[in-house]
């Protein structure tokens, strides 16, 4: 079957997802309408293998079809991807956001030394396939070196967008009519420090709000526990268009392991943080990422972190079997069974379930604001899943009031006034209000422009 237009198909993080409309942009304008691009993911062997076979799947559904191969894998091990006969051209993850690139008289192999790029290229997206909610990459790369993880070599240093650019973006696709946005990075937190006036996230958020008073809706990709800004904790306590909902790096719950792991948060400064916020936020949500089965995790180690769950109140779990990346330290340390790594993640899997069932009833018969996805799906402001008994259009704002959990959702209803935007209309206008009232504080009164320093 011919393709008619560039196909990606994305692997892994929200960064991913971003920069796949970015690459749709270019391969448009480079004449590639009948490319099917494939952003790979390097996180674990699993995700490698996923994407190679969707390359072949890829390839015998659309012979006629270019095949180009770019993201974290094809970055780190570009000599697995060129050796397909599948694949016609490889990118590196730096080269995959210059236009040039994509141009057809460029090499059918480009990837350069990630490890020497010092800025992010910023790009104005101007929409998303999925029209529910919009990406943006505020930041790129990390300076840490965890001993499991190899997406550093794949993403190269730490390094952030300006908040001019960021501005940028963010009005444009209000304009667009996007009532929500996400802020993603590979190390959100540790945003700023590159920058002229080192910003720092917070700071950015804060700008970025009031310079966008229309944006109804901001929410963050994920947080380092230990790498929250005053400004960003002030921001959680007062400002209600930063979404209740906070995905945290956390990847186990004993200290012992988190050494090994090279974190730099202890299980106590987690809890100290979910405290924190709930006092703040008390409609807040967390997700976390956990690895099961990290090299030397004994039985009593796991029950730590699978405590700790409980004790944090986790709902979003995102959950994985320690996966042996070489060239990684961990890789050296004394393995843990594959069955016990699976055994372990099927039980905290088993605990995310039970969870988000606890969280769903807590919601049971309540009014909410949610945003609405395909197939009648729609999301609280703390990400928490809702399910409508009538069709919306995606991205718009709905009033609802849930009713009863059916075969483990939440299901809503919404409100009769709603049916014509008039609640979700009053809500946004309030968050607007609010938001032109901090822009109007956060105006500089003379002298210097407010933020010139931050590159706005």
């Known amino acids: 079957m011919a393709v008619s237009s560039p196909q990606l198909i994305t692997f892994g993080c929200r ?64 000599g697995q991807y060129t050796a397909m006969p599948e694949v016609d051209r490889v990118l590196g993850n730096d080269e995959k956001l210059k236009a040039e690139a994509w141009l057809p008289s460029q090499p059918e192999s480009i990837v350069n030394d990630i490890m020497a790029v010092k800025e992010t290229a910023h790009h104005l997206v101007q929409g998303f396939e999925d029209r529910s909610r919009a990406f943006i990459q505020v ?61 720092s996230l917070g700071q950015m958020i804060r700008r970025v709000l009031a310079l966008v008073p229309d944006l109804p809706r901001l929410r963050l990709s994920s947080l380092d526990p230990v790498e929250i800004d005053d400004d960003l904790w002030r921001l959680i ?63 009593a180690m796991f029950e730590n972190t699978y405590n700790l769950v409980k004790e944090a109140d986790l709902t979003f779990l995102h959950v994985f079997p320690y996966s042996e990346r070489e060239g990684t330290p961990a890789a ?40 609405a996805e395909r197939d009648g799906l729609a999301r609280a402001e703390n990400f928490l899943p809702v399910h409508l008994d009538q069709t919306a259009s995606e991205g718009r704002l709905i009033r609802v009031r849930t009713l009863d959990i059916q075969d483990s959702k939440l299901r809503a209803t919404a409100l009769m006034e709603d049916h014509y935007g008039i609640l979700a209309q009053e809500e946004q206008s309030r968050t607007g209000r609010a938001g032109r009232a901090r822009s109007q504080a956060d105006a500089p009164q003379g002298g210097t422009r407010a933020g010139a320093a931050y590159g706005i």
């Open 15 to 78: 960064l991913n997802t971003y920069e796949s409309e970015v690459m749709r942009g270019h391969a448009q304008a480079a004449g590639l309408g009948d490319a099917i691009i494939v952003n790979t993911c390097a996180v674990t062997k699993e995700a490698e293998k996923q994407a190679r076979a969707a390359i072949r799947r890829a390839r015998r559904e659309n012979p006629q079809a270019r095949i180009i191969v770019t993201g974290c894998s094809a970055q780190i091990n570009p």
């Open 139 to 199: 930041q790129n790369g990390c300076d840490h070196r965890c001993t499991f993880c190899i997406i550093p070599y794949g993403r190269g240093p730490s390094r952030s967008v300006p908040i001019g650019a960021i501005v940028d973006q963010v009005r444009a696709l209000v304009g667009a009519a996007y009532n929500e946005v996400v802020f993603t990075g590979v190390d959100v937190t540790s945003y700023g420090p590159d920058l002229p006036g080192q910003p």
């Open 237 to 299: 306590a007062e400002e209600p268009r930063l979404m209740p909902h906070f995905h945290l790096s956390l990847q186990a719950g004993d200290n012992m392991i988190l050494k090994r792991m090279k974190r730099r948060h202890s299980r106590e400064d987690v809890l100290n943080v979910c405290t924190r916020i709930r006092a703040y936020r008390p409609d807040v949500a967390f997700g976390a990422d956990i690895i099961a089965g990290f090299p030397t995790e004994s039985d």
């Open 332 to 371: 050296r340390m004394p393995q843990v069974a594959p069955p016990i790594r699976k055994e372990r993640a099927a039980r905290l899997r088993a605990l995310g379930t039970k969870q988000m069932r606890k969280f769903q009833e807590r919601y049971c018969g309540r009014e909410l604001l949610v945003l």
